[in-house]
């Protein structure tokens, strides 16, 4: 079964940065592309980045891009999301997510459905 | 802002069909790609419903359906169950070329 946890989060004051971790389990991590996603409590979902199997291509929604960056060590089964010059509007409940299918194949990986995800970690940004 | 349009809520009761709507709100969605949905429970992270636009996961009920057209897509759930109640949400990519992904703003669906 897979398993994806998040770690990291935390309260972190504003213009600070904070580095969350993915760990994963239950498959062959290195194959597959794998995406993070947050939540504002109460809110909707907000993509933020997908990065390939092999951490090659990395795209970023616009709203965070040149803020936040997405890299993964395929020797740890880990992905993270470095976030910096934190702000209050990023409080929200981080979540990784797998893409389902597109095993070694950076176009169809980045494209596969997102599934499974975590159960997300908490960032707050408040001072 | 979203640029995926969603109703804020819809209800309905058991037994009865319900469709969520998910429209394209931005320009930069030329037509809706690999659409999927996903349902969320409170304090629980989201799970797939609906990808590829219209495939359902193994383990995901028939009773859930899914379509799209030019610039929009919907979530059909029939036979309603007190269980459905749950937030629901569409996702798309933000263009036919790029690997970013955008989410309506969700559906509370709640079960009369």
């Known amino acids: 079964q897979v398993y994806l946890v998040e770690s990291g989060g935390g309260v972190v004051q504003p213009g600070m940065s904070l580095g969350l971790s993915c760990e994963a389990s239950g498959f062959t991590f290195k194959n597959y592309a794998l995406h993070w996603v947050r939540q504002i409590p109460g809110k909707g979902l907000d993509w933020l980045a997908v990065i390939s199997y092999d951490g090659t291509f990395k795209y970023y929604a616009r709203s965070i891009k040149g803020r936040f960056a997405i890299s993964r060590d395929n020797s740890k089964n880990m992905v993270y999301l470095h976030m910096n010059s934190l702000r209050p509007e990023d409080t929200a409940i981080y979540y990784c997510?797998?893409?389902?299918?597109?095993?070694?194949?950076?176009?169809?990986?980045?494209?596969?459905?997102?599934?499974?995800w975590g159960q997300g970690t908490l960032v707050t940004v408040s001072s | 802002q979203s640029a995926l349009t969603q109703p804020a809520s819809v209800s309905g009761s058991p037994g009865q069909s319900i469709t969520i709507s998910c429209t394209g709100a931005?320009?930069?969605?030329?037509?809706?790609?690999?659409v999927s949905w996903f349902q969320q429970y409170p304090g629980k992270a989201p799970t797939l419903l609906i990808y590829?636009?219209?495939k359902r996961p193994s383990g995901v009920s028939d009773r859930f359906s899914a379509s799209t057209s030019d610039n929009s897509a919907s979530l059909t759930i029939s036979r309603l169950q007190t269980e459905d109640e749950a937030d629901y949400y569409c996702?798309?990519?933000?263009?036919?070329?790029?690997?970013?992904?955008?989410f309506g703003g969700g559906t509370k669906l709640t079960v009369l």
């Open positions: 997510a797998k893409s389902a299918s597109g095993a070694g194949n950076a176009v169809a990986g980045m494209r596969s459905r997102l599934d499974p």
């Open positions: 996702c798309s990519f933000a263009g036919p070329t790029t690997f970013v992904r955008v």
């Open positions: 931005s320009s930069d969605i030329e037509n809706f790609n690999l």
């Open positions: 590829d636009d219209t």
